[in-house]
């Protein structure tokens, strides 16, 4: 379904990126790790198109994003669930739902607002609050609720449980395994390996803007060497 070759990117003169491959086979659930600032959140956002400086190829069914604007690439079905938040703090739960579902693709079952309130119960309950009214998890829920209302193919998810109490952040990895059980193809980022370990079925990991290793999560829940140099664990 997504394919990255030999990806680079710049900020300004300062390479971040230095010959990316990754690849999500539908129905996936495959997460970049690493420490702080190797190149996770770079990845993204060259795949998103949010960079300027990038090259390399890179095709999500059947279409070269790299030639792309980022909005036609979300368009193509790529959910992008943003390093904080990022929701809109003036509009309502609901009006923040409903603006993502105005740059929707067609697919089959598509997500609804009561689809996204049987998932998120706790944003319907407060779909008439603002934004800027919820706490951290509830707008942690209303990012994902968004991105889930543009139908993506793959959802990307970078550093959703980051900043939040532990109750909440199982939660969110509860929706998120719902969300694999469903078929639904993920990307994630996250500092939590355990939970990651449990969720997805492969891992890249990535160090200094590239992937040092990658394989299944069998494989790395039983390398604590690999661990231990890569993720700090
Ligand atoms: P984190 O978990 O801290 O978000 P990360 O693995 O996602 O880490 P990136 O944010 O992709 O890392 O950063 C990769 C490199 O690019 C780092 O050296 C970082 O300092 C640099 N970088 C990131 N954003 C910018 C920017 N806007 N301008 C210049 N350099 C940047």
């Known amino acids: 379904m997504l394919k990255v ?7 300004g003169a300062s390479q ?3 010959g990316m491959e990754l690849s999500i086979e539908a129905g996936e659930v495959v997460t970049l790790m690493g420490r702080n600032g190797m190149g996770k959140t ?3 956002h060259a795949i998103m198109g949010l960079l300027p400086g990038r090259s390399g190829a890179i095709e999500f069914d059947g279409h070269r994003l790299d030639l792309l604007s980022s909005f036609r690439i979300a368009r193509l079905g790529l959910g992008l669930v943003p390093e904080g938040r990022q929701i809109f ?6 009006e923040n739902l409903v603006a993502a579902a105005a740059n929707r693709g067609r697919r089959p079952q598509p997500w609804t607002l009561e689809r996204v309130f049987e998932f998120f119960p706790r944003l319907a309950e407060r779909q008439r609050n603002g934004g800027n009214q919820l706490s951290g998890g509830e707008q942690q829920m209303l990012a994902i609720g968004r991105a889930l209302m543009t139908n993506p193919k793959l959802l990307i998810l970078d550093e959703a449980t980051e900043g939040l109490a532990p109750l909440i952040r199982e939660e969110i990895w509860s929706c998120l395994r719902r969300l694999k059980r ?3 193809s993920i990307l994630v980022i996250d500092k939590n390996v355990g939970a990651l370990l449990g969720l997805a079925d492969r891992h890249y990991i990535v160090e200094k803007g590239r992937v040092v290793w990658s394989g299944p999560s069998q494989t790395l829940a039983q390398d604590t060497t690999l661990q231990h140099r ?3 664990v």
């Open 16 to 18: 971040a990126l230095f």
């Open 182 to 184: 469903e078929g639904q």
């Open 89 to 94: 703090p003036n509009l309502s739960v609901r």
């Open 5 to 11: 070759r030999d990806l680079t990117a710049f900020y």
């Open 42 to 44: 770079t990845t993204v």
């Open 230 to 232: 890569y993720l700090g």
